[in-house]
């Protein structure tokens, strides 16, 4: 069996070996680690980067596309203002064309009567 003092010794030894573990210097990271580490730092650039890129990449094709808009809103705007012209002056050849129409329909008209 085991005596006292044997136990204090015993304890005494598992405090020590306990202290001495604490004590001791963590350990410097190996290769792998060290590897692992800046593989891990390079991906989380790279991803920031293409992030960043991603997002000038979008605000580049939000601005064409507006930019686009704005081109096609302005031709659309043209063509309207030439349409409006080419209707009016079609109106006005339209109404000078039923004004001959009526001078020619009343000649005949007069000339009927003179005949009769």
């Not at 064409?64 to 006005?92: F, H, Q, R």
């Not at 004004?99 to 000649?107: C, G, H, R």
Request: a neutral charge.
């Amino acid at each position: 069996m085991m005596t006292t003092k044997n136990l204090l010794v015993l304890a005494a030894l598992a405090a020590a070996l306990v202290n001495v573990a604490g004590c001791q210097k963590k350990e410097e990271p190996g290769p792998a680690e060290k590897v692992g580490r800046q593989i891990d730092q390079v991906t989380d650039k790279a991803g920031r980067e293409l992030t960043d890129a991603a997002r000038q990449a979008n605000q580049q094709v939000q601005d064409a596309a507006k930019e686009t808009g704005e081109k096609i809103s302005k031709a659309t705007d043209e063509a309207g203002k030439e349409l409006n012209k080419a209707t009016e002056v079609a109106g006005k050849k339209m109404a000078e064309a039923g004004e001959k129409l009526q001078e020619k329909a009343k000649e005949a008209r007069d000339k009927g009567d003179k005949d009769k």
